[in-house]
């Protein structure tokens, strides 16, 4: 049984910086791409960040670009977020996800999902 669990979220001020952590269980995880997506309520699904399969390409959103680093420990089947320079517009659910083969960034290509962590920055 595949599980995705992020952990890491929490309740921070503007300017702050978090870091978000997905553990992975019951995959072959360094077969696996790894994406982070955040989601608002009333709004689809946004694409965050991915990382190829070990870890030598990773892909952001152009808002995106210099404020949030994704990375991976395949010994610890955990893929990160850090997340710099928080903004109240960053206040999402973020999810982690694990996709087969390459990294993308269509929120319908993941084949896994974890069940998200509560980012909430406050102005």
């Known amino acids: 049984q595949v599980q995705l669990v992020e952990s890491g979220g929490g309740l921070v001020q503007a300017g702050d910086s978090l870091r978000l952590s997905c553990a992975a269980s019951?995959?072959?995880?360094?077969?696996?791409?790894m994406g982070w997506f955040r989601q608002t309520p009333g709004k689809e699904r946004e694409f965050v960040a991915a990382?190829?399969?070990?870890?030598?390409?990773?892909y952001y959103p152009d808002s995106m670009k210099g404020r949030f680093t994704i990375s991976r420990d395949n010994a610890k089947n955990t893929v990160y977020l850090r997340m710099n320079s928080l903004k109240p517009e960053d206040t999402a659910v973020y999810y982690c996800?694990?996709?087969?083969?390459?990294?993308?960034?269509?929120?319908?290509?993941?084949?896994?999902w974890g069940r998200g962590t509560q980012v909430t920055v406050s102005s």
């Open positions: 996800a694990a996709k087969w083969g390459t990294a993308t960034m269509g929120v319908r290509e993941y084949d896994y």
């Open positions: 990382i190829t399969r070990y870890g030598g390409n990773t």
């Open positions: 019951g995959l072959p995880f360094s077969s696996y791409a």
